[in-house]
């Protein structure tokens, strides 16, 4: 059965840093798409940032404008996983982050972990 596991939520300051970390198992994403969405209180789930696939070592990034410059995504070194490290960090920052998946070819995220909360105080 498929799963995902974010871990590294938690409580900082206006300014600081995070990272969150997701693993993967139960099928291999490993030329899929990894990414990340948040949910704040009261507001819909957006989208965070993304790592996809693009042929042998390659992976494309895409970003939230909101995160852009501050949020860097990179699969990491074990198979399956995925890192976001949060910088700069802001109060509007703080949600529950998703990791989330989705197999090659696929057009929607299939695949959601349980969430990891984050919050920034200012």
Do not use: H
């Amino acid at each position: 059965q498929e799963q995902l596991v974010e871990s590294g939520g938690g409580l900082v300051q206006a300014g600081g840093s995070l990272r969150l970390s997701c693993a993967a198992s139960g099928r291999t994403f490993t030329t899929g798409t990894m990414g990340w969405f948040r949910q704040a209180p009261g507001n819909e789930r957006e989208f965070v940032a993304s790592t996809t696939w693009t042929g042998g070592s390659a992976y494309y990034a895409d970003y939230a404008d909101s995160v852009k410059g501050r949020f860097t995504i990179s699969r990491g070194n074990a198979v399956n996983t995925v890192d976001l490290q949060m910088s700069s960090l802001k109060p509007e920052d703080t949600a529950v982050y998703y990791c989330a998946a989705r197999a090659r070819g696929a057009t929607r995220y299939d695949y959601w972990g349980q969430g990891t909360q984050v919050t920034v105080s200012s």
